[in-house]
């Protein structure tokens, strides 16, 4: 249940809208769900501002369609990540309002409306160093549709054609944080780090030749950034950098 949800709930008890048992029945399983194979969390939106994400890998698609049940049940929108094919065939048949991202492998449950940032407002700007890239900025993407955060991308960006990152320093410049996705040497957040006054979160990517030892290049490149603004995610980690970033928003937004 998000903050959302439960003021709505109180105040229908408070008007006599709601009779008081059913608003007990509707918080009987807060804080938490124990089910035979999962303890579903959720308090998570309550505490951190977020339902709990699934996980998908290690779990079966008849879990994973379970788990998004149950949180459905509780917030309107739930997300899952690093979804199989079987997991996403599940979803769709067992969901009526799905969104399915292929590419990034997530599934959003009755997702809500894309958030266009309005002119002069606060957004995240998603940054891709390369269309191989693609599938982690397409993860990030989801997790901050989510979260309902406005975002600005831009995409194929990356150092060996600088002029194209920029001639979109505007974009950058306005952001309340940016993610920036890159494989190879990892040397894209380092660069954007310099041009922007607001946190980088650098997304190493497993993208790149030999010697990239699978992203492992990229997230020392990335950990050593003489940037002073930039922060590591763990390699192909798009969901994490997209939760930190749509923090600040929310602080940010709150704000303005």
Excluded at 13 to 18: C, E
Excluded at 98 to 113: C, F, I, Q, Y
């Amino acid at each position: 249940m998000d903050p959302e949800h439960l003021k709505d709930l109180l105040n229908a008890v408070a008007s006599h809208q709601t009779p008081v048992g059913e608003a007990m029945e509707r918080l009987r399983r807060l804080p938490f769900e124990q089910l035979p194979f999962a303890t579903v969390d959720h308090h998570r939106s309550l505490r951190c501002g977020h339902p709990e994400v699934i996980y998908c890998p290690g779990k079966t698609a008849s879990q994973t369609v379970e788990i998004a049940r149950r949180l459905a049940e509780k917030n309107a929108c739930v997300l899952a990540t690093r979804a199989s094919a079987e997991q996403i065939a599940a979803m769709r048949t067992a969901f009526e309002n799905v969104e399915v991202n292929e590419a990034g492998r997530a599934v959003l449950v009755n997702p809500p409306a894309v958030v266009e940032p309005p002119p002069g407002q606060v957004y995240v700007a998603l940054v891709s160093a390369g269309t191989a890239d693609g599938p982690v900025a397409e993860e990030a993407a989801l997790t901050l549709r989510s979260m309902r955060v406005p975002v600005k991308r831009l995409t194929d960006v990356g150092v060996s054609g600088l002029h194209r990152l920029l001639s979109q320093l505007e974009v950058l410049q306005q952001a309340c944080a940016v993610i920036v996705v890159a494989g190879m040497e990892g040397a894209l957040p380092s660069v954007v780090g310099g041009l922007v006054a607001c946190p980088v979160y650098a997304v190493p990517t497993s993208i790149g030749y030999g010697a990239s030892l699978g992203g492992l290049s990229a997230l020392l490149g990335m950990l050593n950034s003489c940037a002073a603004n930039v922060s590591v995610v763990n390699i192909d980690n798009g969901f994490g950098a997209a939760f930190s970033a749509s923090l600040v928003y929310r602080q940010v937004a709150k704000t303005v």
